[in-house]
């Protein structure tokens, strides 16, 4: 069992900049990767970005490239997420989320992560 906590979430300017962070705790050597999704009211959970947890490889929805910056902390058990420029349109619940095996599929697919945590609000204002 894998248990993850976010924090660093909140209201922020547009242009300003937050990191949001990803507490992991139990069995984390064997993750195939983590990766951060977002929600916005009445839409659907979509893909972030991703983290293989070995190779560190990372992967980006094209609307975050060159803003955002996921990385991890292997000896803290920590992922990051850190946003920059941000727009209004980044508004949304930030979940962290952790894939324990590989998908052909790939890491962009939130199905394929097994555990989540309980989100982090992350408002931007105009």
């Known amino acids: 069992q894998v248990q993850l906590v976010e924090s660093g979430g909140g209201l922020v300017q547009a242009g300003g900049s937050l990191k949001l962070s990803c507490a992991a705790s139990g069995r984390t050597s064997n993750l195939y990767a983590m990766g951060w999704f977002r929600q916005a009211p009445g839409k659907e959970r979509v893909f972030v970005a991703a983290i293989r947890w070995l190779s560190s490889i990372t992967d980006y929805t094209d609307t975050v490239k060159g803003r955002f910056t996921i990385s991890r902390d292997n000896a803290k058990k920590t992922l990051y997420l850190q946003m920059n420029s941000l727009k209004p349109e980044d508004t949304a619940v930030y979940y962290c989320?952790?894939?324990?095996?590989?998908?052909?599929?790939?890491?962009?697919?939130?199905?394929?992560?097994?555990?989540w945590g309980q989100g982090t609000q992350v408002t931007v204002s105009a």
């Open positions: 989320a952790a894939m324990s095996v590989y998908y052909n599929s790939g890491v962009r697919v939130p199905q394929n992560y097994r555990y």
